[in-house]
């Protein structure tokens, strides 16, 4: 079994290394969410174990970035004790079983094989439209040109090409992509979208705002 453990605890992190090493469970450790979306994305995982509180992205943003760029990689989330609004959404958000802290060793292992033997099939779905792929390295090849993209990026270019030819609201990124149910008020989303357009000049796929609405977005040649 090959595990992701996505954690900033350093000493959780030795204790559970050391742990899953006795079990002969190959651990790649990372502490930030950024490298947690492009290490899951590359495929080759049997299970990711997340811990929700990372420093730099919110774990359930991690989540939604390796859902959202189409990974089915199975997701145990760790969380705290208080936080039942946090489990449910990020199971809501696709995550296949959670951990409360502390948790006793052997109950992470025995959920660990749990997941890993309920999980079959494919764990990517590529998304690709003609040309243009999106690939599970936080990448999008466009004929066969392979653009890098931060975990964001990926996220929001993999939801509006999964809607290809529909106009897509602000709204429904913000929830989808980022998992707000409120507008925070910033541009957060135009600024994506703008370096997106930006690393796809010249690319066969155009992000149009449509005025008051949201976006759309068409690639050349495809039926949406
Ligand atoms: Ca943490």
Redesign the pocket.
């Known amino acids: 079994m090959k595990v992701l453990l996505a954690?900033?605890?350093t000493r959780l992190v030795e204790t559970l290394v050391q742990g899953l090493a006795e079990e002969s469970i190959a651990v790649s450790a990372v502490a930030r969410g950024s490298d947690a979306v492009a290490t899951a994305l590359r495929g080759d995982l049997d299970v990711v174990v997340l811990?929700l509180?990372?420093p730099d992205m919110d774990g359930l943003d991690v989540l939604r970035a390796i859902r959202t760029a189409g990974s089915h990689v199975p997701i145990l989330v760790l969380t705290a004790r208080d936080a039942v609004e946090s489990r449910v959404a990020a199971l809501g958000a696709g995550a296949d079983d959670y951990l409360v802290k502390p948790f006793a060793f052997e109950e992470l292992l025995a959920r660990l094989r749990a997941i890993a033997r309920r999980a079959s099939g494919p764990r990517w779905s590529p998304l690709a439209a003609g040309a243009v792929s999106l690939t599970p390295d936080l990448g999008i090849s466009v004929e066969g040109r392979r653009i890098a993209l931060s975990p964001r990026e990926h996220a929001v270019l993999g939801y509006l090409l999964r809607r290809r030819g529909e106009v897509v609201t602000r709204t429904a990124i913000l929830a989808e992509v980022f998992g707000y149910d409120f507008d925070p008020g910033t541009n957060v989303i135009d600024v994506h979208i703008a370096h997106l357009r930006r690393k796809l000049t010249g690319a066969p796929v155009r992000i149009e705002t449509i005025r008051g609405a949201g976006f759309r977005l068409d690639v050349d040649g495809v039926a949406p």
């Open positions: 954690e900033d605890s811990d509180g990372l």
